[in-house]
């Protein structure tokens, strides 16, 4: 349901919008379609791989991709341990349209629109 949410908010910004279920699913459409995916965004608990190891693999396909992590968790217990990747921004959920734009404005500084939603 929230990764519906987020894909009509992208939607409506102008965003082409590729989903996926879980992070396993992710990095094979990743695989696809990496040279026209500006940024993926990524949740915190997913099915079969969770954000931080999808985050990680994602990295190790295109090292500069960049990406937005959220979670309904505080943001300082989520971003406390030391992970090899980190996300260039971290969105606490519950969120809404105003705050996933300033996320994507601030990440991609009006560059191609183009999103992985998981």
Excluded at 25 to 35: N, T, W
Excluded at 90 to 113: I, N
């Amino acid at each position: 349901m929230v990764r519906d949410m987020a894909q009509t908010i992208l939607t409506l910004l102008g965003f082409e919008v590729l989903t996926a279920s879980d992070g396993m699913e992710a990095l094979e459409v990743f695989r696809q379609h990496h040279k026209t995916i500006s940024c993926a965004m990524l949740d915190l608990t997913m099915p079969r791989m969770n954000g931080w190891k999808t985050l990680s693999a994602l990295r190790e396909i295109q090292p500069d991709l960049r990406t937005i992590l959220t979670s309904g968790h505080d943001m300082l217990a989520v971003m406390r341990f030391n992970h090899p990747h980190r996300p260039q921004i971290y969105l606490q959920k519950p969120y809404g349209l105003t705050e996933l734009q300033e996320a994507l404005q601030k990440l991609l500084h009006e560059e191609t629109r183009s999103a992985l939603i998981l």
